[in-house]
C-alpha cells in the first residue's frame, strides 16, 4: 500500500504514519499504529471487494456487543467523528478504513497443554452461547440488512476442480443446515470467525477481535 496514503490515514487518527507496522490479515489490510504511545489498529478494506453497508453492520453489532459487556475492542473514532473513513487513492481506487483498539492479552498456545486444554473450550464455549444469547435481543438499523449464514462467499463460490467427494458431502451438510429453523429461539447473529487466532486470552478472559 502507498506510504503516502498510510500516512494520511494515520492522520485522520492522530498517529504517525511512519510507526505503521504491516500485522498481515486476510487481504494484508492490517495495520498497527500508535497514538500517544497506545498501539491501536487500522484496518483498510479496498471498496471494489468489501461494501460499506456491510463494514457499518460489523460495527453496528461490536458497538451493541461492547455496550452489552462482551470483552471485544472497541472502534475508534477519526478526527472527523467517523467510524468509518474512505480514503482515495490516485489511481481511482479507495479503500473504506476502521480503526479499533489494540487487544490486550496473547493468542493461546496450541502446543502448550496449560494453555489449549478444555478449561479454555468450555470458556470458548461460553463466549459464543454469550453472543448467541445476546443476538436474541439485538436489532439492528433499519438500513443494516442482517446476512444469512449460507450467503457468504464461501456457499456460492464456485466448486469446480475440487474433489467430487468433497462437494458431496459439502452439499449434504449444507442441505442439513438449511433445514434448522430460523426463529428467534434459534437463529441470530454470530462472531463468524471464531478460531483460536481471533481472540486473545488477557487476565483469564477472552477478548474477540476481527468480526
Not at 494484508?28 to 471498496?47: D, P, Q, R, T
Not at 479503500?95 to 493461546?108: C, D, M, N, S, T
Request: include cysteine; glycine fraction near 6%.
Amino acid at each position: 500500500m502507498d506510504n503516502n496514503l498510510l500516512v494520511k490515514v494515520a492522520e485522520l487518527f492522530h498517529a504517525d504514519g511512519r510507526d505503521l507496522k504491516l500485522l498481515g490479515g486476510f487481504s494484508n489490510n492490517v495495520y498497527e499504529c500508535k497514538k500517544n504511545n497506545h498501539s491501536f489498529i487500522l484496518k483498510f478494506y479496498l471498496n471494489s471487494m468489501y461494501k460499506k453497508e456491510k463494514l457499518e453492520a460489523e460495527l453496528d453489532w461490536i458497538s451493541f456487543l461492547m455496550r452489552s459487556g462482551v470483552n471485544v475492542t472497541a472502534p475508534l473514532p477519526s478526527i472527523n467523528g467517523n467510524y468509518l473513513e474512505i480514503i482515495h487513492e490516485d489511481n481511482n481506487e479507495s479503500y473504506y478504513v476502521l480503526a479499533f483498539e489494540k487487544a490486550e492479552g496473547v493468542l493461546i498456545d496450541t502446543d502448550n497443554p496449560t494453555e489449549w486444554n478444555s478449561k479454555l473450550f468450555y470458556k470458548w464455549g461460553k463466549t459464543m452461547g454469550k453472543l448467541h444469547s445476546l443476538s436474541k435481543i439485538y436489532h439492528p438499523p433499519g438500513n443494516i440488512k442482517k446476512q444469512n449464514w449460507n450467503e457468504g462467499t464461501i456457499f456460492t463460490k464456485d466448486l469446480e476442480g475440487l474433489n467430487e467427494t468433497i462437494i458431496q458431502k459439502w452439499e449434504e451438510y449444507v442441505d442439513v443446515l438449511k433445514t434448522y429453523p430460523r426463529n428467534g429461539e434459534f437463529y441470530g447473529m454470530i462472531h463468524n470467525d471464531l478460531h483460536h487466532g481471533n481472540f486473545y486470552l488477557h487476565d483469564n478472559e477472552i477478548i474477540l477481535f476481527d468480526f
